[in-house]
């Protein structure tokens, strides 16, 4: 786990040099969709590409029958919530390794806002987009809970999962 929050580190820093793929996320998000995505912190936008990009693939190399343009979209949406206060690399970095250390009790300080937006992200995000009113529960759901073991077996939520862990 801690090799993984080096590389997660070393591709935050990296992703500041690195440009926006904008080809790919106008492909995938309509124009609401893109002002929410350009509120996210740069080293946030790169991550939810990979993110997109990596479940994609894996939906194709596991022959999940899943709509991909779906897939990709959830991808680039998951992490939305972050738009209202992303965390720079050094809050995020001091956090994780607060939550190691406190075993997830640092959750009781969220009216912190970097502590908040650690914690809630997901379901600021999923109630962000509810607003938008063009989402089905099964989208919101994958948004909502992609940090949680709530729900079980669902494909989308799985692989969304997974590539998130990966990214």
Not at 2 to 12: D, G, M, P
Not at 42 to 54: A, E, G, P, W, Y
Not at 110 to 128: P, Q, T
């Amino acid at each position: 786990m801690s090799l993984y929050r080096v590389k997660q580190f070393v591709w935050a820093l990296k992703s500041l040099s690195q440009d926006i793929d904008t080809e790919y996320v106008n492909k995938f998000l309509n124009k609401r969709e893109k002002n929410l995505f350009n509120k996210l912190k740069k080293t946030d936008k790169q991550h939810c590409i990979r993110v997109s990009k990596d479940a994609v693939h894996l939906s194709k190399r596991k022959n999940i029958n899943l709509n991909l343009n779906r897939v990709a979209k959830v991808g680039l949406l998951h992490d939305i919530g972050k738009g209202e206060y992303g965390l720079n690399i050094i809050e995020k970095s001091v956090l994780v390794i607060l939550n190691k250390m406190t075993k997830g009790k640092l959750k009781k300080y969220d009216g912190i806002k970097a502590v908040d937006s650690y914690y809630n992200h997901a379901e600021k995000g999923a109630n962000l987009l509810k607003h938008f009113n063009t989402y089905d529960k099964e989208f919101l759901d994958t948004i909502r809970y992609h940090h949680s073991n709530k729900i079980q077996g669902n494909k989308l939520l799985d692989i969304i999962k997974e590539s998130d862990n990966r990214n």
